[in-house]
């Protein structure tokens, strides 16, 4: 077996005693027909499965809400994003030629569908146990080192309070590209506020995925601006 596959196994902390399943994970539909889209919406279940345990045991005092919003945040595309890189999936993930050209080891949907997908391999290969540890393992310190308040808002929600405390208009939203067929569509929205000339983009597996990261990304471009020295504040 390649190398780098045994390095991912050992940050995964799980070793596949069905390699063909690990492969697959890695597979994008661009490379062939056995690639990892039914891996994906498996992990997908599996992970908010895990995930919504960890909460549960993490904040016992908080309501549905709550927990629905940390969980939301703790498996939105940027933070899978962050974990595959964490991994080093650009290095083994499998793209044709013109995928791979066109920088699709370093796009953040693939990379977010591919960390969903290992987790839904896992499942097959050993369980449900084997891979709610690699999601202890991946989440588990973020979850116990952070309070439900960081979570407690939306991005969109979040960014449109900011914008009114200070008296400026609500920000817009379009969708620029939808790619992908339609049972796994990828969109990328705009999130744009014209009262100061910003423009931020985002991406994700539905509108309202894609909407939320592009407020994000907007919030940090705002909140660092306001910082002094920033541009909001010279």
């Given at each position: 077996?390649?190398?780098?596959?045994?390095?991912?196994?050992?940050?995964?902390?799980?070793?596949?005693?069905?390699?063909?399943?690990?492969?697959?994970?890695?597979?994008?539909?661009?490379?062939?027909?056995?690639?990892?889209?039914?891996?994906?919406?498996?992990?997908?279940?599996?992970?908010?499965?895990?995930?919504?345990?960890?909460?549960?045991?993490?904040?016992?005092?908080?309501?549905?809400?709550?927990?629905?919003?940390?969980?939301?945040?703790?498996?939105?595309?940027?933070?899978?994003?962050?974990?595959?890189?964490?991994?080093?999936?650009?290095?083994?993930?499998?793209?044709?030629?013109?995928?791979?050209?066109?920088?699709?080891?370093?796009?953040?949907?693939?990379?977010?569908?591919?960390?969903?997908?290992?987790?839904?391999?896992?499942?097959?290969?050993?369980?449900?146990?084997?891979?709610?540890?690699?999601?202890?393992?991946?989440?588990?310190?973020?979850?116990?080192?952070?309070?439900?308040?960081?979570?407690?808002?939306?991005?969109?929600?979040?960014?449109?309070?900011?914008?009114?405390?200070?008296?400026?208009?609500?920000?817009?939203?379009?969708?620029?590209?939808?790619?992908?067929?339609?049972?796994a569509q990828t969109?990328?929205?705009?999130?744009?506020?014209?009262?100061?000339?910003?423009?931020?983009?985002?991406?994700?597996?539905?509108?309202?995925?894609?909407?939320?990261?592009?407020?994000?990304?907007m919030l940090d471009?705002?909140?660092?601006?306001?910082?002094?020295?920033?541009?909001?504040?010279?």
């Amino acid at each position: 077996m390649d190398a780098r596959l045994d390095t991912l196994q050992q940050r995964l902390g799980h070793r596949f005693a069905k390699p063909e399943l690990l492969t697959r994970a890695l597979t994008h539909r661009s490379y062939g027909a056995d690639h990892n889209e039914r891996l994906e919406f498996l992990g997908d279940a599996v992970l908010s499965l895990a995930v919504s345990g960890m909460l549960y045991e993490r904040f016992a005092g908080s309501d549905e809400g709550d927990l629905t919003r940390v969980r939301a945040h703790l498996v939105r595309e940027d933070s899978l994003h962050r974990v595959a890189l964490a991994l080093g999936l650009p290095e083994v993930v499998r793209l044709s030629e013109g995928e791979a050209r066109g920088g699709g080891a370093q796009r953040p949907s693939i990379l977010a569908d591919a960390v969903e997908a290992l987790i839904g391999a896992t499942f097959l290969d050993g369980g449900f146990e084997p891979a709610r540890r690699i999601v202890q393992r991946l989440f588990g310190e973020i979850i116990t080192t952070t309070e439900i308040d960081s979570w407690s808002k939306d991005a969109k929600t979040e960014l449109q309070e900011w914008l009114q405390a200070r008296r400026l208009p609500v920000p817009g939203y379009r969708i620029l590209a939808t790619r992908g067929q339609a049972h796994a569509q990828t969109f990328e929205v705009e999130c744009a506020v014209p009262a100061l000339a910003l423009v931020q983009t985002g991406e994700g597996r539905s509108r309202r995925a894609a909407e939320q990261e592009a407020a994000r990304r907007m919030l940090d471009t705002l909140k660092a601006s306001d910082k002094p020295g920033g541009p909001l504040r010279s």
